[in-house]
């Protein structure tokens, strides 16, 4: 079936650099992308989302960037900290539903 | 944001017992509410979605029967473990949605142990 996956499953950032987390969707249909941080034995977190109509959105110290053409996500962390360390899921929507599929996840581990 | 919570954080029961787990929207109401489990070092897997009054909607594979989900109010959702057994050890989190609103709100999980 459809799915959405991420490359790489462990990043690794010293503090005070970018952080670059990665996401590919199978879903053609999909239109709607959120980004979820999720600490350690916690429920996920809103960071921010994209629809399909867009290729960029910034947030605070955020930044996702979607490629439709080849299906890509992307969530941009400026001047990583050591609070950012977590696993950061891709998730997307297709329109008419509210069901959200989740990717495999990323764990990002950040270096003092 | 809205707020999203869910009771109890941390439960502990025998196998074969059943255990309920209560997920709230505090200041929204939630038309729809769904409920996923987490294995360790694994993505969210949706369980269920169900709206206001009206039967959840299982995944494939989820067992209705043994995963009992009761949506009775625009507030809160619950959700029955029946005959636990040690194998339905995970993270149970729920997450909320207003009327024809896309984001979902999580809330922090319940961890389930059957011992």
């Known amino acids: 079936g459809e799915s959405v996956g991420l490359h790489l499953p462990t990043l690794s950032v010293q503090e005070g650099d970018n952080s670059i987390i990665n996401c590919a969707y199978s879903n053609s249909a999909s239109d709607y992308f959120i980004w979820y941080k999720q600490e350690s034995g916690k429920g996920p977190q809103f960071i921010i989302d994209?629809?399909?109509?867009?290729d960029k959105r910034q947030g605070q110290r955020v930044t996702v960037l979607l490629n439709k053409t080849v299906k890509h996500l992307s969530l941009q962390i400026a001047a990583t900290q050591p609070g950012d360390s977590a696993v950061y899921f891709c998730a997307e929507n297709s329109g008419g539903y509210q069901k959200v599929t989740f990717g495999t996840g990323t764990k990002l581990q950040v270096i003092p | 944001g809205a707020v999203v919570s869910q009771h109890p954080s941390r439960v502990i029961c025998k196998s074969g017992t059943s255990v309920k787990i209560e997920c709230r929207s505090l200041?929204?109401?939630?038309?729809?509410m769904f409920w996923y489990r987490q294995f360790p070092k694994q993505s969210l897997m949706l369980m269920a979605t169900s709206n206001e009054g009206s039967k959840a909607t299982y995944e494939q594979g989820v067992e209705k029967d043994k995963f009992l989900i009761n949506h009775a109010s625009l507030t809160l959702s619950t959700l029955t473990v029946t005959s636990a057994h040690p194998e339905d050890s995970s993270f149970y989190i729920c997450?909320?949605?207003?009327?024809?609103?896309?984001?979902?709100?999580f809330g922090p999980g319940t961890r389930l142990t059957v011992t």
């Open positions: 997450s909320a949605s207003g009327q024809g609103a896309r984001e979902q709100y």
């Open positions: 994209i629809r399909s109509n867009m």
């Open positions: 200041d929204f109401q939630a038309t729809t």
